[in-house]
């Protein structure tokens, strides 16, 4: 990429019944948003025209209809489909739900063909998007198979963030499926992405346990005793500084947690309830261990304020700016560990 070029953000538009298209456009109705990059919408010009209107957003759209046209300085929408659409805001539909699959394949295409640099998406319904052709349970999921790496669902701020053992699991199967191999791969996940997308050199890990009290030694479940610890152990004898399993239930309320870099939960709501309590608003959802970036905000669609023109787009904003510091942050990365420093030729020895 030349160094005058702005970083493309790819947008999926999410459900457009939900609150997803107005974080978007109010995110880029602040003028500013374009010294830093330049918006790629997936989507269509006319659908985001009308939905301008809604929300009485002043901002111009340039619509197009292949990479080639996207121009730095304008909000581009590329136009994935011309035919108009019936929005009812905070109605799930099966209907709008295929048009944020559409957005969302196109912008992972475009991803995967270096056209766009991230990716940020707007928020699905999980039950809308399902289809004999999709059947994918999230973002998370459906970017874990069509890109390169082992995905794991990161929540960050600034000063807080979250790596998830099991994401989109039912509670049921949670210790059944958290494994030596699981967790070894999740915390050197997160390692990785603590030192290449966030520039932490010595990253400093802590690891909840999975049942309440880490178990009580065994009183309370055998899973910490005999998964967990044990598996701590050799990550942390292999150099990696890691602790744990720490009790969850007093963990974020006695502040512990700012002495880590990261937090890894043994589960989906153990992490995300602190989190959001603690950010919400502010926080990310960071797809981290791909090889490319994707962010989106930490809520959901939000039906009971579509269209009413409530939504606060701070986190979407995060998410942006989140994707872009990582981009950065990675390319860093990589300039540094690509070139050690070569061996010089040894002196010739004097006679």
Known sequence: MKKEEKIRVGISI???????????????????????????????VKILSFLKKQYTINSNLHGVDKTSQILDGKINVLNIWKEPVDINFGEENEKIGSYAVKSLEAATRALKNNEVDILVTAPINKSSIQSDAFKFPGHTDYLDQELEGNSLMFMITEDLKVGLLTDHVALKDIADTITPELIEEKINTIYTSLKQDFGISKPKIAVLGINPHSGDNGVIGKEDEEVLKPTIKKINDSGKLVYGPYA????????TYKAFDAIVAS???????????????????????????????????????????QADHSSF????FAALKIYKNRRQYAEITKNPLKKQPRKPQKK
Do not use: W
Request: charged share 20%.
């Open 317 to 320: 904003k995060e998410a942006v």
């Open 267 to 309: 589960y989906h709501d153990q992490g995300l309830i602190p989190f959001k309590t603690l950010s919400f608003g502010k926080g990310v959802n960071y797809t981290a261990g791909l090889d490319q970036i994707r962010t989106s905000p930490d809520h959901g669609t939000a039906f009971e304020i579509a269209g009413k023109n």
């Open 248 to 255: 969850a239930d007093s963990f974020f309320g006695s502040n």
């Open 14 to 44: 999410g459900d457009l019944n939900g609150i997803g298209s107005e974080v978007i456009l109010k995110t880029f109705e602040d003028s500013r948003m374009l010294d830093f990059c330049t918006p790629v919408i997936f989507a269509s």
